[in-house]
Structure formats: C-alpha cells, structure tokens
C-alpha cells in the first residue's frame, strides 16, 4: 500500500518551499525562504536559524514540521464573528482536534481550509501552498468529511469511490487497487456494489473516510465525523483512521464535542470557543494547565458552563430537510 | 475529458435505474397526445388543416424533452440537499467540466424520453415525411435538450430550495410549452400571442422538428437551427457562470 500510496501522490514541492503568497508581507516571505533552504540541515540549525516572529506563540516557531499554518485568521458573516483571528500550527502526522461548543468556529475554519469559504483576513497555508491562491493544487493534497452526508445515495458504494478517483485523477489501475485495499480496509468491500441508499449511518460515514483516502491526500478533514454514531460504529472507525495515521502518515485534523473522542484520538488539541483559540495542547498538558483531571473538567473551565444557542440560519433548516428525506 | 465522462455517465445510470421515474414522467406527454391530439383531430380536420396528430406529434416529443431537461435542474437541487454536489465543488478540477458534464448528462436523458415518445406516437398513427427525416430530426431534439438543460443548471444553481423550482416549472416551463406553437399553428396568430411565440426558444425547436419530419415549417429549419444554436451558447455560458458562483 505505502508503494501505491506514492505512486498516486503529486510531486512533493516541501513545506513552504514552492508556496509563494502574495498576500503575506514581504518579511514573512523573507522567512519562508530561509526556512525553505535549510530544510535539509539539522532540525536543532533550523531551530535556531528561524527568526522569531511576534505573531506566532514559541512553540509554533519551533515546529519545522508544520503542515497546516494559520495565522491570524478571521471569517466574519455580516456583524457575526465566526472566527475572530485564530492562529494555531498542525504538525505533519498528528491527529489534530478542534474541541469546542456549537457554533464555536470549527466549521468555519475547516471551510477555510478546504477552500470552500474565503477568509476575511489572515492566511492560511496547507502543505505550503495558500488555498486562497491556489485552490485547485491544495484540493489534491487534502480529502474532506463534511458534517453533512456527500454521498450519491442512488449509486453503489464503488460508484461513489470510482467517481471520486476520476475527480482526482487518480489513473485507473491505482483507482481500483487502492479504492479495494480501502473498502476492505472499512468493511465495506462485500457491499461494494449495493446501493448507498441501504446503508446504515455508520457505513456511510466509513466510506466517506474512505473515499476522501482514495486520492492519499496529505491531510484528512474530519468534521465530526462521529456525530450520531453507536459507540461500536465510533471505535470501528477510529482504529480505523488511527491505523491509517500510523502506516500511511496522514495527517488527521478532526472536529468535535466529545470530549472522550478528543481525548483519545488526538495527539493535540485546540479548544475553541466564540471564534477564539482557549488553549493548545496534549490532553494531559490541558489537564496539568487547568489543574483538572478530566478533559472535561479541563474543557469546562475554559470555555465556561453557559449553553450556546446557534442562530438557526437557512442551511440548518436545508440540513433539516434533508434528515427527513432521507428517513 | 474523464471528469466530463463520469459526471454524465452518472446522470444517464441514476436515470436507467429509476424505472418508476420514466414511466411517470412520460404520462402527461402521453394525456396530451391522446387527450388533444384525438380530441381535437376532428376540429382540426374540419378547419382544412389536416392531420391534427401529425401536427403535434412534433410539439408533444417537444414538450417531453423540455420538460425532462427542466428536471434536471431538480437534480440539482437534489445533489444540494443530498450533498453530492459539495463532493464535486471540492475537487480539484475546472467547475465548468463538471457544468458540462451534468448538463450533457440531462440532455442525454431528455434525447432518450423524446425518442420514447417519438416511438409511442409512431404507434397512435403518426408517420415522419421519410425515414432520413428521422436522425436529422433528432439532431433537432438534442439541440433543444442541450438548450433547456443548460437553461435549468443555470436556474438550478441560482435558487436554493425546493419551492423555488415549483415556481419556475409554474411561471417558466408551462409558458414556454405554451407559447411555442407545439398546439396551435403559427400562422395567423393575434400580435400579442404572435410576439410572445417569438421569444420562446423551444419554438424554433418544434418548428425544425415539424420541419424535418412533417415538411412543414413556420421559419425554415436552417433558420431555426440557426436560432437553437445562439440560444444555446448563451445559455451554457450562463449555466457555466452561475454554476461556478455556487457557494457551498
């Protein structure tokens, strides 16, 4: 598989190398560049090479290895803030969580990321290149679950990973070979050619994981991926994508409420509450931090016990439509 | 060229597979071809015009196609609501190869209904001038699919919900059927009506049909092939356009 997996991956340009941003300031670019060439050094020379920047917290400025850059990111819609100048780092291989409220921002970021929303100010960076920018060259490198189903329920499974393989010009034979490794992979390959319409909420689900696997993106976007599972459909999944994570080095950015997921999944976690960045770190750093012994506790503390009512806009309600539609 | 190719065999393969869809989506072409095409035969005879199922045959196989092609646009919605249009805007390839591929996809399923109807009115009696007629004839049909299709992705990717499209088969699709002389001669109509008829694209459609396959048309047919043609660029610019607005 990892020789498939190369085969099918596009030409590596390296972190920040070939990813030219116009829209960041001269002396940003000036740091890219340096930090582009010394790549190949010693990890602790590039360390102490990099300048410091008063945007970023120390520990970002350490991270060589960053996948994901955001800085100073806002996505406002009319008077409403969604996400108020987030900056945060995701490392090459992690599993990266955003944990917070309803309404939070976790969405709205991982649309920014995906290319699908633009942002109102500050940049972004995926694999080295600007999804502003160069929308169609980040497309490649990642592979999305949105909250909301994206399945064609009327085709069969394979239909599904096929069509998606031609959309990612994936060539035929690694389309075929990969896309039954990863069916096998999330038991899916004996219902391959059934319809999706018969399949149950958690089947869909793996094979969206699936599918958005098929192209070997570099980075795999998990919005709530878990949200109205069985426990049994959860735990399937995750060893899933955590073995993925290991033996293919994905990198795994998810979003989520459950603290348990967070806690278990994720090497780092972002908690963010009203469009900001509360806190960075491994579980047990946020624990130490908050002087708290459950994730839980920890969330709490930060972001406060207050219930969030999220505005119901027009495409909750279209989401709501569809859920009856769908049965 | 493979995305063009996916996108289209899974419009044709969704259609192939709703068989329940075929058979009711054939029924109103079917109600007016019995109902007026028998009804008004003997009104029509009487009036030294002829053939009055001769006359409409071209203009129900007419309404047939617009009237699938106009679905298509719900297709659309449908993939909104369903999601699998996100999982398309997402990929990394040009929107405007995916508009193509979705709108020669409607196209080819309201060819493929216009040619069941076409079969069925061969059954009721109807008989083209010659058996040449027919493949150029059909030329014809694609054209006005081609036309509608694109039409409907421009109108499907600029409203959102359900509703929206109730109002567009109500205010758009039922005028432009009536108004397109697929009833009624065009001759010797009142200025009005006459002006009306002029705009609407699907006229020039079923004039060239009735053109080709009955001998008899209004304008001519290049001139109606003429017209189809302009339309059509027009409308697939605009489809394209509005496609690649789309926000997901």
Known sequence: MVAVAQLVRAPDCGSGGCGFNPRQPPLFKLQVAQTAKLQGRVAQTAKLQAAPSPTCSREDNLSENHIIRVQHLVRSFGTLIAVNDVSFDVHKGETFAFLGPNGAGKTTTIKMLTTVLRPTSGTLELDGLDPVVQPTQVRTRFGVVFQDPSLDSELTAWENVDIHGVLYHVPRRVRHERGETLLKLFELWDRRNDLVKTFSGGMRRRLEIARGLLHTPKVLFLDEPTQGLDPQSRNQMWTIVKNLNATEGVTVFLTTHYMDEADRVADRIAIIDHGKIVATGSSAELKQQTGTESLEAAFLKLTGTSIRDEEFSAQDRMRQISRVWRR | MNVIYILWLREVKKYLRSRAQI?????????????????LGPVFRKAGQGSYLQFMAPGVIGMTVLFTAMFSGIAMLWDRQFGFLKET??????????MIGRTLGGATVAVIQGAIIFAVTLIAGFRPASVVAVPIAFLIIALIAVVFSALATAIGSSIKEMQGFQMV??????PLWFLSGALYPLEGLPAVLAAFTRVDPLTYGIDGVRGTMIGAAHFGVSFDVVVLLGVGVVFVIAGAWRFSKIEV
Do not use: D
């Open chain 2, 23 to 39: 058979v009711a989506s054939l029924g109103t072409p079917l109600m007016y071809l019995a109902v007026l095409g028998f009804g």
């Open chain 2, 89 to 98: 805007l997402v990929a990394p390839v040009p929107r405007v190869q995916i």
């Open chain 2, 169 to 174: 088969m109500n205010f758009l699709v039922m």
